[in-house]
């Protein structure tokens, strides 16, 4: 018979358990309500920008032939239109938009009806009404189609799919609520077996609670010996976090083990069956997959992993978007069941050193690759340490003037061991490497005491720097480029930030916020390849830029195709509208130049004027151009 103050403690402790499960219970309500909205959000906001930009462009039409707005405002809105349906038909962001039922055929039709219309509209001759009634009946036919597309992104199929799913996850919950309840009696139980709880401690993650490394190698013997009686595969999925250092090095640990701790949960609930998760240590978790008769059940299980993990998390008010890397390997197609272990571990540093989310299956060049991204990594950490790295500029000219007014900053690496590595392999590694923060912390400083050089000579020059993706997400980049400022003592006005379109769509809801943090530095802000993101006007009229970097595909095919000139142009109203500037990037002919000034772009870039130079070869570019200013200042003087 149980004391007193044991019978009291365990009454304490199950009324906490219980007070427990209904705080669970509320959070994964929460939990399953989010995730609703933010699957939501992405497709309908884009039906919405459709429809929105296709009754623009009906209404203009019928204003344009009742003369009540000119053919520039009417050409504005098709080229919208048209700008609009390209970037539906093929952008990375609107996947789930082409997954709607009839969008494919709607973009289709639409686009058959703007080709079709295209060549009236864009002419130099006026657009007969009777033309124009033609062109707005064949648009008006398609207009229920986009208004149902709009409807079904709200409450279609697929969204009744997401109000299923969120229906589980709260019939989890009440399966997990039972669990705690069921737990309390459990705790009785355990009271007269302290050895069994001291061997689920030894077989378990004190943290996550699920089973460790010793209970995994343990289960996956388990598997290969059923495997090899009934003929059936096991596929083996490591599971890497990425970047989750930088998650406790900027909020803490406190944040870091609660973030575990909900990716844990996440990874738990595909555990059924013969599937079991584990925790192998820090950020790297393990899920076995028994009993499956080939790759294609491993790889819709490697999908559900990436799936689960990424849906966004809230701890302590702060919105998190999980990413993770994924390696799979199978038994006993790629060796023993130990190998196929290693083999899923090299195949996850495959799937890293690609961009975002993803899962790669095991090949025997893997090793190879691994082998050289390891080595690169190591190589890339010296150079940094070692100030090996050099920083090129390349000017930004008015082309109007001629007159340098800028100059950005490009990083180039020739390695001893490997020979020159590309800016783009560059940035990956130390992303992939963890080097991402030091890295950019030198390019910065480099950058900036340069301009302060540059300054000393009262050569008052500003230098642009671009930004890594993963220091814009995953690092406090505010308090870098507030610590650079201070040690290099570059005035802040002088430093341009640039960062991509597809950066700041990553995380639309904190975008403003980090940027509107650097503005309060004083630095500039640019938003560089722009064009080649999908990004709403509502979404740029947020940010707190002050210049638009047009993408240089666009200036190549400039001749080429003739609506990237119109859209240059609309990209120059919409830029001119929101009181920013905008610099045209890759400019290597001088009828590019021409073209460019002609539709009122000022700024540009590109080996037309300059090549990437070293440092000293921009000094003297400065002082010639001051000298030119200095002898024309003197002819003026003279007169």
Known sequence: MLSRPWRYTLLIMIVVISAASVFVSFQRHAEATRILSEDIKTSSWAAAQLEIDYLHFQHNLAMYSEKLVSKEDMLLTFDLLWSRVNILSIGKETLQFRQLEGSQKLLTDLKGLLQDAEPTLVSNEQVSPERARQIRDGFARLFPSIRLLHVQSYNGSERMAGIDKAHLLELDTQYFMLGLLGSGAFLVFMVFRESSKNRHLAMHDALTRLPNRVDFKRSLETAAQDADKSGLSVAVHIVDLNNFKEINDVYGHAVGDAFLIKVAERLQGLAHGKNRAARLGGDEFALIQGGIEGRNEAEQRAWQICEVITEPLMIQDIVFYPRASVGVSLYPDDGSITQTQLNADVAMYQAKSEQGMSYRFFDAQMNEDLKRRKQLADALEKAINNNQLNLLYQPIFNMTSGKMVGVEALVRWHSEEFGTISPEEIVTTSEQAGLANIFNHWVLTTACKQAVAWHAMEYFVAVSVNISPSMYTDHDLVSMVEEVLESTQLQSQYLMLEVTEDTTMQDIESSPHILRGLSSLGVSLALDDFGTGYSSLSHLKSLPVQRLKIDKSFIQDLFDSPSDLRFITT???????????????????????????????????????????????????????SSCVDKLQGVVSNM
């Open 571 to 625: 990209i120059l109203q919409l830029a001119e509208s929101l009181g920013l500037n905008v610099v045209a990037e890759g400019i290597e002919l001088d009828k590019q130049r021409i073209a460019l000034i002609s539709q009122g772009c000022v700024l540009g870039q590109g080996y037309l004027f300059s090549r990437p130079v070293s440092a000293d070869s921009i000094t003297q570019l400065l002082i010639h151009q």
